[in-house]
């Protein structure tokens, strides 16, 4: 593909030799180091659709390594499932014709886990792509689980942003909504009514709700973007804060873990002149890849690796202080410090 174009280092898109299911790698930027990115499985209209998300992913990724000074640069996998996905029983070839794919690029992308894929999928991917493939278990050596990691790295950036706007990072007596309650929507959760909020949840798969409820949420099928919160969580996948959200939305603070929330660079704008706080998801989302290279590169043990995913509560109060300062969006001070 004409990389000038896509404005990416190069694209790669294959078919699987087993499972026939379209494998599209991205290496958005190499500039600081080799690219870090997850492994994305699931089902697309069509692969014209996975190629758009794998390219808006691993651009986020090159952003996301730079916010978090990480010595690499930005990449993905999408595996195009087909509607009815793959048959379980062919996940070890499904996770082979990946593993061929990132192979390709000799160690100049490194991948991990995302939507569909596992830390038991990164060590099959580790063994046939020469090491390049980030949170085995930790048994087999690896980091283990990044959910953990990337919820603690969003709390961090909710309670600077609490900061920001209200000059205390109190967490209690907040009505917080989470849309999402998958791997990471369910910690977040989790600590924010540890600490006291008043957590509403909202999932398209309403069989969570059992489980949401058992942990002292409130389960809804509201729309929690018209709802008046304190905080909203977007812990699903991106898109959701389109330029109608965007003008609808009653959140003073949006901050959460899902990938590409602005559906483009209008909705945050809108967001910035209605007065809402919104922390780019390049930043709030990055506890995941922090703790993965702090612990698997550079040997750190969890008390300093946790230390680093709290800072970045520190990077945010920065941002939007930037942000405040200069009097531009959260967005494009993500961009300059990035670049900076």
């Known amino acids: 593909m004409d990389r000038t174009q896509l404005g990416h280092e190069e694209v790669r898109a294959v078919r699987g030799v087993r499972t026939g299911v379209t494998v599209i790698v991205a290496v958005h ?3 600081r180091g080799p690219a870090i990115g997850g492994v994305r499985i699931k089902p697309y209209p069509s692969w014209r659709d996975g190629l758009d998300d794998v390219l808006r992913l691993s651009e986020a990724m090159t952003m996301k390594c730079a916010l ?22 062919r996940r070890t070839d499904l996770i082979t014709d990946i593993a061929e794919a990132i192979d390709g690029f000799d160690g100049r992308y490194r991948c991990g886990p995302d939507i569909g894929s596992t830390p038991d999928d990164m060590s099959l991917i580790h063994r046939l792509a020469r090491g390049n493939a980030f949170c085995r278990p930790e048994a087999e050596g690896g980091s283990g689980n990044s959910s953990a990691a990337t919820a603690r790295g969003v709390i961090a950036a909710l309670r600077a942003g609490l900061r920001h706007r209200h000059g205390d990072d109190r967490v209690s007596g907040r009505r917080i909504g989470v849309i999402g309650y998958g791997h990471v929507g369910r910690l977040v959760a989790g600590e924010l009514i540890r600490s006291g909020a008043t957590v509403l949840i909202t999932d398209v798969d309403s069989r969570l709700a059992g489980q949401a409820e058992a942990g002292g949420a409130r389960w809804t099928t509201a729309d929690l973007l018209t709802e008046e919160l304190d905080v909203l969580v977007p812990a699903a996948t991106g898109g959701l804060l389109t330029d109608r959200a965007a003008r609808t939305c009653r959140a003073g603070l949006i901050v959460g873990p899902a990938n ?6 209008r909705a945050g704008v809108v967001l910035h002149e209605r007065g809402i706080t919104w922390v780019p ?3 709030a989302s990055i506890g995941g890849i922090v703790h993965a290279v702090s612990r698997e590169e550079t040997g750190l043990d969890d008390t300093a690796t946790a230390a680093r995913v709290d800072r970045i509560g520190e990077k945010t109060t920065a941002l939007l202080a930037h942000a405040a300062e200069h009097r531009i969006t959260p967005l494009a001070a993500a961009r300059r410090m990035a670049a900076a």
């Open 281 to 283: 998801d390049v930043l």
């Open 68 to 89: 978090a000074d990480l010595a690499h640069g930005g990449g993905k996998t999408v595996a195009v499932l087909p509607p009815d996905g793959v048959d379980p029983r």
């Open 29 to 31: 930027s190499t500039a």
């Open 260 to 265: 590409n929330q602005l559906a483009d660079d």
